[in-house]
């Protein structure tokens, strides 16, 4: 055999063994793409068997005995809450105003842009009743947080805003920005002009006495907004549909 014909041997066996290392660490690949779908399908799940219990009072924003702010929420001096409408537990068959069928379908319609499949069941019966609270401003101070609700426990006498940084938490609610900005907690993903599902994931941090604020920032000197069903959660909620009121222990 010829020199010429040694090295395309040679040449060959060495293509040939490319080929093969290359298929192989395709497989690899693959089984490594395959192995992190099943986990994080696997975590995906875990997540959703978390139980869901309320840690922040009054989910579906009851208003206080006079109707001018809403019960156990703290509300910054500068804003002003007004209750917009209450959407009973009747459906709509049993009595339930077309007005607010059409305003729960707005809220649906809106909300399907990045959840498809979001069904907010506008003409079904509820368990509670739902409130819608605009809240305005048209100053900001230095100080400028928007609203929180209080925490179950009641760690401050004139209610905590804080949740401890210690568990798997879900900080949420149905938000519509009309003017100015806000930001963070229960608005976050807030868009101007659209209702959202707005929700943050608060994560353990393994810091001892490590908190997270339960109240958005205002980050316009004036402003409009409209939110119902607000609040925290235990537990991973990453779908508008399962959020709403919430149980709570005690």
């Known amino acids: 055999m010829s020199t010429e014909q040694q ?3 040679v040449v060959s066996a060495a293509n040939n063994l490319t080929n093969v290392i290359t298929g192989k660490v395709g497989e690899i690949d693959k089984a490594i793409v395959d192995a992190r779908q099943a986990y994080d399908a696997q975590l995906s799940e875990l997540k959703n068997r978390l139980p869901r219990l309320a840690v922040t009072k009054n989910f579906n924003l009851s208003p206080n005995a006079d109707g001018t702010l809403i019960e156990n ?6 804003v002003t809450p ?17 007005a607010d069928v059409d305003f729960l379908l707005q809220v649906q319609a809106d909300v399907r842009e990045q959840y498809p499949n979001f069904e907010i069941r506008a003409s079904d019966y509820w368990r509670t009743l739902v409130h819608l609270w605009q809240m305005k401003w048209s100053v900001s101070d230095a100080s400028p947080w928007l609203a929180f609700p209080y925490t179950v426990d009641m760690a401050l006498a004139n209610g905590s805003g804080a949740v401890p940084q210690n568990s798997y938490l879900t900080v949420g609610a149905f938000v519509r920005l009309l003017e100015g900005n806000v930001s963070g907690a229960w608005s976050n993903g807030v868009e101007k002009g659209k209702w959202r599902w707005c929700s943050s994931v608060i994560s353990p941090t393994e810091l001892f006495g490590t908190y997270y604020h339960l109240h958005p920032m205002r980050t316009s ?18 779908n508008p549909g399962d959020w709403g009121t919430m149980l709570a222990l005690g």
Request: proline fraction near 2%.
């Open 221 to 238: 000197s004036t402003g409009v907004v409209e939110v119902m069903l607000a609040g925290a959660c235990t537990g991973v909620v990453t």
């Open 82 to 98: 007004t209750k917009l409408r209450t959407i009973t537990t009747a459906s709509q068959a049993a009595g339930r105003p077309q």
């Open 73 to 78: 929420w703290g509300i910054h001096a500068e």
């Open 7 to 9: 090295l395309a041997a």
